[in-house]
């Protein structure tokens, strides 16, 4: 099993809908993060979160929430989806003491009609 | 501040050729800097990390990177390209010692390999 798991996989919603990508992870660390990834664009830190009471903005959070229900569990929300955010997003943790290696998930695609 | 440009956003090579994949940094501080190898239908994995010890440094599948400071450059090579490293290569940089929250990605050079 993949110690960065995210579900669903993929999915097509409808603009206006209100859609849930959760992440889950069996590696032990504090530390989780929501990027997208847009072709052409790489990857861009939405939220990261360095424990269950403490979540932080990243470069894109607008139209984004998150909740960190545990220590293993850090879930995205996009509470009125739109067109532009089609895109493909990892969950990604690190330990404590990072020097930067982060370890994904395999990507939840999410696509808005 | 920080930023990351890759140069060519699509790289095709001969199995059995030089691979050479450019990446340019710019940081306020010194850098610590990342390789990153996304395989298709798979998230992203580390390849190799500078942290401010050798400048040289190995990753894994025979791939290494050197750190210029002169050059402001952290170039991926690996002498003899096989079909399996056919995949996305991300560069990433962050101030040394920041963490992992502060990465800052390139925007990626896809690597074809033609047998």
């Known amino acids: 099993d993949a110690d960065v798991t995210q579900t669903p996989r993929n999915r097509i919603t409808k603009t206006g809908k209100r859609i849930m990508l959760e992440c889950s992870q069996t590696?032990?660390?504090?530390?989780m993060y929501w990027y997208r990834q847009d072709p052409g664009l790489g990857l861009r830190l939405i939220y990261y979160s360095f424990d269950v009471k403490d979540i932080n903005k990243g470069e894109i959070s607008d139209g984004y929430s998150v909740s960190r229900q545990a220590q293993a569990k850090f879930s995205l929300s996009l509470e009125s989806a739109i067109p532009n955010q089609t895109a493909l997003y990892f969950c990604a943790t690190s330990p404590g003491q990072s020097t930067g290696e982060l370890f994904f998930g395999e990507g939840s695609r999410l696509t808005v009609l | 501040a920080q930023s990351v440009t890759q140069l060519g956003s699509h790289v095709s090579v001969s199995e059995g050729a030089l691979v050479l994949l450019r990446c340019n940094y710019s940081s306020s501080v010194p850098p610590y800097l990342f390789w990153y190898v996304q395989y298709p239908n798979q998230g992203l994995q580390l390849l190799l990390k500078y942290t401010s010890a050798a400048t040289l440094v190995k990753g894994i599948n025979g791939f290494e990177a050197e750190f210029k400071k002169s050059e402001t450059s952290f170039h991926l090579t690996k002498p003899s390209a096989h079909m399996s490293d056919a995949a996305e290569y991300f560069c990433?940089?962050?101030?040394?010692?920041?963490?992992?929250?502060?990465?800052?990605f390139g925007k990626g050079t896809k690597l074809s390999v033609i047998p």
């Open positions: 590696k032990g660390h504090d530390r």
């Open positions: 990433a940089v962050s101030p040394s010692g920041a963490g992992s929250y502060q990465l800052t």
